[in-house]
């Protein structure tokens, strides 16, 4: 959470772009290779496809006060993905027409 101060509500403040958030679960920490590398939380996000399924994140976080956190193994979260509108869309409700064709 770095760069964003959590609310005491645990809300993210609004903003106008397009967003989704989703559950997950800690699934593994991974230890580091190396002494100047943080540790890694590998994080099971319900919903999503089975071979996408896993994200890696340095599992280095803040609390309220700024006091370095970590996650532990099998701790509940929500991992929000936010982007930039680009225009009105409407979902497709294929996979096959997700991707605009980029060819000429």
């Known amino acids: 959470m770095k760069g964003q101060k959590p609310n005491p509500n645990h809300e993210m403040p609004r903003s106008e772009n397009a967003s989704v958030t989703l559950s997950g679960t800690v699934q593994k920490i991974i230890p580091s290779l190396y002494a100047d590398e ?6 099971a ?10 994200l890696r994140v340095e599992n280095v976080l803040e609390d309220e006060q700024g006091k ?5 193994l099998g701790a509940e979260v929500e991992v929000t993905i936010e982007a930039n509108p680009v225009g009105p869309a409407k979902p497709t409700g294929s996979k096959h027409n997700a991707i605009p064709d980029a060819r000429p």
């Open 68 to 72: 370095p956190v970590a996650l532990k």
């Open 38 to 43: 943080p540790e890694k939380a590998q994080i």
């Open 45 to 54: 996000v319900a919903g999503a496809d089975d071979l996408y399924r896993e």
